[in-house]
């Protein structure tokens, strides 16, 4: 039961770790088709979910990930914004 006490205590610890990743592809080279399915799926999977309101997976709003997605669709002009994403600026 202390070991069990002991992850849980080091849970907020690891929420606070973001990964790292490169800048967002240049607007005037098209990502391929691959890429486009591959962001369009980062940005799903990371979506804040409406019960917590963060990732899923990060546990943190906007997290990381989905922003750099978000943004290399949009520098590509993949991005199709839906009503969900009035307020969807990165934070």
């Given at each position: 039961m ?86 969807a600026?990165?934070?």
């Amino acid at each position: 039961m202390v070991h069990h006490l002991r992850v849980v205590a080091a849970l907020p610890a690891l929420r606070e770790v973001e990964p790292t990743m490169s800048p967002a592809p240049p607007a005037d080279r098209p990502l391929s088709p691959e890429l486009v399915q591959h962001y369009r799926d980062v940005v799903r999977i990371h979506a804040d979910d409406p019960v917590i309101g963060a990732c899923p997976v990060c546990l943190r709003s906007r997290c990381r990930d989905w922003r750099y997605a978000r943004e290399a669709l949009i520098s590509a002009g993949e991005f199709a914004a839906g009503p969900e994403d009035a307020d969807a600026e990165p934070r």
